[in-house]
């Protein structure tokens, strides 16, 4: 999907292999510190390995993105950082917004659409300024 974004995660129990199989995406990797490991576009047939813990956020191009994740465990857990399940919405919303600069409105809305949805994967509402879960 264009413009697509998978939401922040991480596979407590496994590394991850990446590979690209159509288009292009942007691809973020942070350590367990927060540092980022990499920063890149990533496009068919390349491959990109992200280590267990290490949180991953892929963003497609306008032309979509189409990849294959392969784990190194037959039972790989993996975390999301955004949804229903997330830690994002363990967090108290006071720490939210002054952490990342946001109004209580939006973190309010933030908060009940990561209660109705379970979703990882966002796309851009009509207005590009905006996200919101799909299925």
Known sequence: MQ???????????AHSVICVLRGRAQ???????GQTVFDDEL???????????FA????????GFEWVDF??????QISPL????????AIPADVLAN????RQEDVSELKVNMERQGNTLLR????SSQWRAIA
């Open 3 to 13: 413009d697509a974004i998978y939401a922040p995660h991480w596979n407590r129990n």
């Open 124 to 127: 851009p509402s009509r207005s």
């Open 56 to 63: 991953v956020v892929k963003r497609a191009s306008n032309e």
């Open 43 to 53: 496009q068919q047939e390349q491959i990109l390995t992200v280590p267990q813990n």
């Open 27 to 33: 691809v973020q990797v942070v350590d367990d510190f």
């Open 82 to 89: 955004a949804g229903r399940t997330s830690a994002l919405r």
């Open 99 to 102: 952490a990342f600069q946001l």
């Open 71 to 76: 784990k190194t465990n037959d039972r790989a």
